[in-house]
Each structure stands twice: as C-alpha cells, then as structure tokens.
C-alpha cells in the first residue's frame, strides 16, 4: 500500500469520526496537550481535520480547562490539608516566575511556554484570588499564541515528513522522532535555564587572608 493510500484511508476515518476526534481535541486541552496540537496540525496538514476547527475546539477546550484550575485553587484555600500542596506550588512559581505577583499578566503567558509552570500558576491564580477578569484575559491571548505556535509545528512537521519518506510507518515514525526531538529540546532549554539560575543564585566564596 503507497503512502499516498494509506493516508488518504487515514483522513477517510478521521473524517468519518470527527465528532470523536474533536471530543478528544477538546478533552486533552482541558488537561493541557500540547503532543495533541501536534498531532492535530498533522492531521490539518493531510486535509483530515479544517484547521478553523481545529482553533475554536482547542481555545475553547484551554479556556475551559484555565477556568477549572482557577476555581480548583480558589477552593483549595479553604482547605486546611491543601497547604503542603499550595507551598509546594508557590515554591514552584517563584523559581521559574519570581515576578508573578507583580506581573500577574506576563507571568501567565510566559508559563504556558516554561515547562513545569502552567498548571501550577494557573491553580496559584485560584489561590490568591486573582481578578477573574484579568485572569481570563491573559490566558485568552496566550492560549491563542499557544495553540497556533503547536498546530503550526505540527503542520510543518506533517509536511516534513511526507517529504523524507513515501510509507505511512516511516511518515509515522518521522512525526513521532519531530515530536519527541521538540518535547526534549522544550525540556532541556528549561534545566538549562534552572541550573544557570542556581549557580547565579549561589554565593560565591570572599577569600580570606
């Protein structure tokens, strides 16, 4: 079987089960997926899914998401045993985002980019009660560069791919080394990033005379 008949079997029944394809769309933005917006850019690059579709789904699956974080650490403050948990993800945030208190808006965007930090500065929101309003607002303008960034990636990948091999298992096995290679580079920037704060942050030695 060529390439171009496996996929086009591939888009058939993905076309054929939408509904579930955005149902799943939907449920990996509420838990936070960016391998999923991948996947879904891949799939809007073979004409399997529209690409409008595809947006609307993910911002409205993210938005969703964002606003259950926030109202699960709005009620995790009134929850005596939650405080070990909320400590641990103050600690969290003021390593890797030590202005967002002062910068509440910057801060949520950038964490949707600094691996580690997104659900714990979206429950810490909750937690101190942010302005709803001001919440909203920027995780609805990071969520959109989000999403498009990942959709993107996952459609020039998926155009990569068809370009270095004419089997769906290699086009398959492309797009997953793509994926991994970008989730492992995503992850090194972030130790880098850490080990490079820890060793400014450590005191150097006065010699003595």
């Known amino acids: 079987m060529t390439l171009l008949s496996s996929i086009t079997n591939v888009v058939a029944f993905v076309v054929a089960h939408k509904f579930a394809a955005m149902v799943i769309l939907f449920g990996a933005m509420v838990i936070e997926g960016e391998t999923f917006l991948i996947v879904a850019g891949v799939l809007v690059h073979l004409g399997a899914l529209s690409f409008w579709e595809v947006i609307t789904i993910a911002i409205f699956g993210v938005i969703v998401g964002d606003l259950m974080w926030y109202f699960i650490g709005f009620y995790m403050r009134k929850i005596k045993r ?20 002062e910068k509440p808006f910057v801060s949520l965007v950038l964490a949707k980019y600094v691996y580690g930090t997104n659900h714990a500065t979206l429950i810490l929101s909750g937690v ?6 001001l919440f909203a607002k920027a995780e609805f303008v990071a969520s959109v560069i989000w999403i498009l960034v990942f959709v993107t990636l996952g459609y020039i990948f998926g155009s990569a791919a068809l370009l270095i091999s004419n089997r769906l298992s290699i086009f398959l ?16 920037i972030f130790r880098y990033y850490e080990k490079r704060r820890l060793e400014t942050e450590q005191p150097t030695d006065i010699p003595t005379h």
């Open 82 to 101: 939650a405080e070990r948990i909320i400590n641990s993800l103050e600690s969290i945030v003021e390593r890797l985002l030590p202005q967002f208190k």
């Open 173 to 188: 096995l492309v797009v997953l080394i793509f994926i991994a290679s970008f989730i492992a580079i995503q992850r090194a």
């Open 128 to 133: 101190i009660g942010m302005n709803l309003w």
